[in-house]
Nanobody, 125 residues
Framework: QVQLRESGGDSVQAGGSLRLSCAATGNTYRNFCMGWFRQAPGKEREAVASFESDGSTSYADSVKGRFSVSQDNANNTLYLEMNNLEPGDTAMYFC???????????????????WGQGTQVTVSS
């Protein structure tokens, strides 16, 4: 089992910045994919960014150039650096992960097995 705990959510003004963290504990392995999702009230959950164990990253078009995802192997923590925040970024942000003990094939970046409880980001205009 894996536990994910997000932190760093806050209320900020438009144009501000935040850094979200997601600490993974439990049965973590070197072959992984971790991602950030968000869900605003009344809207469907959407993928924001992902980070694979080979260093590959992906971003939603809406956050490209403003958000940056990174991962610290030493403490199994995923980060989401969010700059130039907009009111449309207001949502609950969730961390998700897949880990595989085997090195191949690569961990799935679509159907995540583990999810955190979320951290709230509110951006006011």
């Amino acid at each position: 089992q894996v536990q994910l705990r997000e932190s760093g959510g806050d209320s900020v003004q438009a144009g501000g910045s935040l850094r979200l963290s997601c600490a993974a504990t439990g049965n973590t392995y070197r072959n992984f994919c971790m991602g950030w999702f968000r869900q605003a009230p009344g809207k469907e959950r959407e993928a924001v960014a992902s980070f694979e164990s080979d260093g590959s990253t992906s971003y939603a078009d809406s956050v490209k150039g403003r958000f940056s995802v990174s991962q610290d192997n030493a403490n199994n923590t995923l980060y989401l650096e969010m700059n130039n925040l907009e009111p449309g970024d207001t949502a609950m942000y969730f961390c998700a992960a897949n880990f595989r003990r085997q090195l191949y094939p690569r961990a799935d970046c679509v159907d995540y097995s583990y999810w955190g409880q979320g951290t709230q980001v509110t951006v006011s205009s």
